[in-house]
């Protein structure tokens, strides 16, 4: 039996162009797809904090260094420059792989810098 589990976590990133005409897909810097180990044209769900929409698209690299989120293609009627997304990735692990299993998790502050990662995400309070 395998489990789907949380793969990488890019999150409250900023949209940075939306490009209806574009092919499709979703360029984003190569710098912090590397860093978050997703690899080019791998599957992605975004999740837009402004909207609500969730869709799922693929990742495309972007000029590395250039801190771009660029929704494109029909996905850019569902995000708009200046929104906020978080863009996930989940892949499948046996019960042996999903016990030793830690998500790569890359937050942003409003401008896509790095402002740190994780492994976990913290305890939720109540």
């Known amino acids: 039996m395998h489990i789907t589990l949380l793969k990488a976590k890019l999150h409250r990133a ?8 574009y092919e499709g897909s979703c360029a984003i810097d190569s710098d912090i797809l590397d860093l978050a180990g997703i690899r080019e044209y791998e599957q992605i769900q975004i999740y837009n ?4 929409a969730r869709f799922t698209t693929y ?22 420059v200046g929104d906020l997304i978080i863009v996930c990735t989940y892949a ?4 042996e792989e999903a016990q030793k299993h830690h998500p790569t998790l890359v937050y942003f502050d409003g401008k896509n810098q790095v402002i740190r990662t994780a ?6 309070a109540t």
């Open 14 to 21: 900023t949209v940075t162009h939306s490009e209806l005409g």
């Open 59 to 80: 990742a495309i690299r972007a000029q590395a260094g250039s801190k771009t989120f660029s929704v494109n293609g029909a996905a850019a009627r569902l995000a708009c």
């Open 49 to 52: 904090v402004n909207n609500g």
């Open 92 to 95: 499948s692990f046996s019960n």
């Open 119 to 124: 492994a976990e995400i913290p305890v939720q």
